[in-house]
């Protein structure tokens, strides 16, 4: 499974970006994918995940409301949707995916994740 993220950039506060993150390699019907993040000095945290199946999607808490995941069965496409974004936004964005289908109570776990993307930068000015 390969795994391309896209889409980073830098936006002022209070902007918005969609990071990409092209899946190939496998069918993915039982698959997990989520997104993670790493800000500077700070350990890689959570951000939001979903199953492909649609039966599953879960967020961080810090950006709830904010950020919106999804997929396209087509294009074998995984989208983070970030808007509202504050510098506190600002990090490395990772995709990753799992083959089986997570729950919320395990989805938020980097350690359930067999494949990673190569990380795509977001920088938010204040």
């Known amino acids: 499974v390969q795994l391309q993220a896209s889409g980073g950039g830098l936006v002022q506060a209070g902007g918005y970006l969609r990071l990409s993150c092209a899946a190939s390699?496998?069918?993915?019907?039982?698959?997990?994918f989520a997104w993670f993040r790493q800000g500077p000095g700070k350990e890689r945290e959570f951000v939001a995940a979903?199953?492909?199946?649609?039966?599953?999607?879960t967020y961080a808490s810090s950006v709830r409301g904010r950020f919106a995941i999804s997929r396209d069965r087509v294009e074998n496409t995984v989208y983070l949707q970030m808007n509202t974004l504050t510098p506190e936004d600002t990090a490395v964005y990772y995709c990753?995916?799992?083959?089986?289908?997570?729950?919320?109570?395990?989805?938020?776990?980097?350690?359930?994740?067999?494949?990673w993307g190569q990380g795509t930068q977001v920088t938010v000015s204040s």
């Open positions: 990753a995916a799992a083959p089986r289908g997570l729950i919320t109570s395990s989805a938020p776990r980097g350690d359930n994740y067999d494949y």
């Open positions: 390699g496998r069918a993915f019907s039982t698959y997990t």
């Open positions: 979903l199953r492909w199946s649609g039966a599953m999607t």
